[in-house]
């Protein structure tokens, strides 16, 4: 089963801009749907951005505009570029990945995804 490591995460000012990396131990382009999940203090985790083998992209309807979600195919590491980050963005930013070509039709079924990074802090002040 392949294993994720998250990177990227800090503390940041409303307005500024991170870039997230997820790591895995083999390459996944060619065989995980991946997706980037948040989950802020007391709340769902929630799907942010998700990302198919043929590079079809979801976003969700907070973030779209402001998020990229992106993988390399050479490494099989997965981005997300947040640009515009706002407080509301803050949370525990986890990739998933799930073998497959095509990743699920609802971007928020955490349940769908059957591996997990660690996740990696992100803080945007005001």
């Known amino acids: 089963q392949v294993e994720l490591m998250e990177s990227g995460g800090g503390t940041v000012q409303d307005g500024e801009s991170l870039r997230l990396s997820c790591s895995a131990s083999?390459?996944?382009?060619?065989?995980?749907?991946m997706a980037w999940f948040r989950q802020a203090p007391g709340k769902d985790r929630e799907g942010v951005a998700s990302?198919?083998?043929?590079?079809?992209?979801d976003y969700a309807n907070s973030i779209e505009g402001r998020f990229t979600i992106s993988r390399d195919t050479a490494t099989g590491t997965l981005y997300q570029q947040m640009n515009d980050l706002k407080p509301e963005d803050t949370g525990t930013y986890y990739c998933?990945?799930?073998?497959?070509?095509?990743?699920?039709?609802?971007?928020?079924?955490?349940?769908?995804?059957?591996?997990w990074g660690q996740g990696t802090q992100v803080t945007v002040s005001s």
């Open positions: 083999e390459k996944t382009s060619t065989r995980h749907c």
């Open positions: 998933a990945a799930r073998t497959g070509t095509y990743c699920s039709g609802d971007l928020h079924e955490a349940d769908w995804y059957d591996t």
């Open positions: 990302i198919d083998t043929i590079q079809s992209t």
